[in-house]
Each structure stands twice: as C-alpha cells, then as structure tokens.
C-alpha cells in the first residue's frame, strides 16, 4: 500500500514562503507522474502543479506559475512544493498526489481522475 505523508504546512504572512514535503513509502509502486492539489473552502479541487518522474517535466496552473516551484528528490523519496510570494487567495488544504500509471504526466492539464494515490492534506493558511 502506497502512503503519502505531506508536511510543511502552516501560517503566513502575504508574500512570505513555505516548503512543502510529500514522503512516500513503497516509491518504486508509485508510477510516472506526482502532483500537488489544493482545495479551499466551499471550492472545488484544483491542479496546483505536477511533475513527471523519469524526464523531470512539469506543469503549473496559471495562479501559480513563476510563484512555486515543484521537485522531486528520489534518493530521499521526497516530493517538494516551494511556495513563495504567497497570497491570500492559497490559503487552501494542499494534497499530494502520485499516479499508478507508468506514462508521465499530461501536457498543460492537471487532473484528479489521473492519480491514484493521496495524501491527507496539509493546511496552508495565508494572511494579508
């Protein structure tokens, strides 16, 4: 059984930074694509940012790019979201997210039928 354990969460100030942290157990189970999603109060799941293992491609939603940046370590089976200049408007629960597929992730689109296995949430909270 994949788990996905997501820490690094907390309360910011508007335009402050935060690291988020995915450790997954059983890394080699896992398949081709990573993901991070977010999901605020009262609004739907959205595709923060995803990467593709094997070539390191990744994909950003439009409110995040040039903001966060998503990594992967494989020696420490570790995904990462560095978050900066952060806003109001992230304050969400923030998910990690791995696929159980081998391709890699889509192009330009990042979806929650495309992943099979999920964190419980770390809550990101961010102030003006």
Excluded: H
């Excluded at 109060?41 to 595709?47: A, F, R, V």
């Excluded at 952060?86 to 597929?101: Q, V």
């Amino acid at each position: 059984q994949v788990q996905l354990v997501e820490s690094g969460g907390g309360s910011v100030q508007a335009g402050g930074s935060l690291r988020l942290s995915c450790a997954a157990s059983r890394y080699g189970a896992i398949g081709n694509c990573m993901g991070w999603f977010r999901q605020a109060p009262g609004k739907e799941l959205e595709g923060v940012a995803s990467v593709t293992r094997t070539n390191g491609q990744t994909n950003y939603a439009d409110s995040v790019k040039g903001r966060f940046t998503i990594s992967q370590d494989n020696a420490k089976r570790t995904l990462y979201l560095q978050m900066n200049n952060l806003k109001p408007e992230d304050t969400a629960m923030y998910y990690c997210a791995a696929s159980n597929a081998y391709y890699g992730c889509l192009d330009l689109q990042i979806r929650r039928e495309d992943f099979a296995y999920w964190g419980q949430g770390t809550q990101v909270t961010v102030s003006s």
